[in-house]
């Protein structure tokens, strides 16, 4: 099982992972995306799903035509832990 992360680890994850956020009254990690239209946002969605099924790790999301917001926390583990960190990189890298 994956280890939680530190209360000093988890402070650092904004400057780590620019764009993502802690989510308040529950240890998870937080960004939204916009996109032009649904199309495109789906499709950042399937890249998403390919990517989590590789690294057998799920985030918790929504989509709402256009945006995206996706959650990130190790439910096995109860919070924050690398896994969450591994993925959320992973994520930003598919918009580069």
Same mark, same amino acid.
């Given at each position: 099982?994956?280890?939680?992360? &530190?209360?000093a680890?988890?402070?650092?994850?904004?400057? &780590? *992972?620019p764009?993502w +956020?802690?989510v308040?009254?529950?240890?998870?990690?937080?960004?939204?995306?916009?996109?032009?239209?649904?199309?495109?946002?789906?499709?950042?969605?399937?890249?998403?799903?390919?990517?989590?099924?590789?690294q057998?790790?799920?985030? $918790?999301? +929504?989509?709402?035509?256009?945006?995206?917001?996706?959650? *990130? +926390?190790?439910? $096995?583990?109860?919070?924050?832990?690398?896994?969450?960190?591994? *993925?959320?990189?992973?994520? $930003?890298?598919? *918009?580069?």
């Amino acid at each position: 099982m994956a280890t939680r992360l &530190t209360d000093a680890e988890r402070a650092s994850l904004t400057q &780590t *992972l620019p764009g993502w +956020s802690l989510v308040e009254g529950h240890e998870a990690i937080a960004r939204n995306f916009q996109f032009r239209d649904f199309n495109e946002a789906w499709g950042f969605m399937n890249r998403v799903a390919l990517l989590a099924e590789s690294q057998n790790h799920h985030p $918790d999301w +929504s989509n709402v035509w256009n945006r995206v917001r996706i959650e *990130l +926390s190790t439910h $096995d583990a109860g919070g924050l832990t690398g896994n969450d960190v591994k *993925l959320a990189k992973a994520i $930003d890298a598919l *918009l580069t």
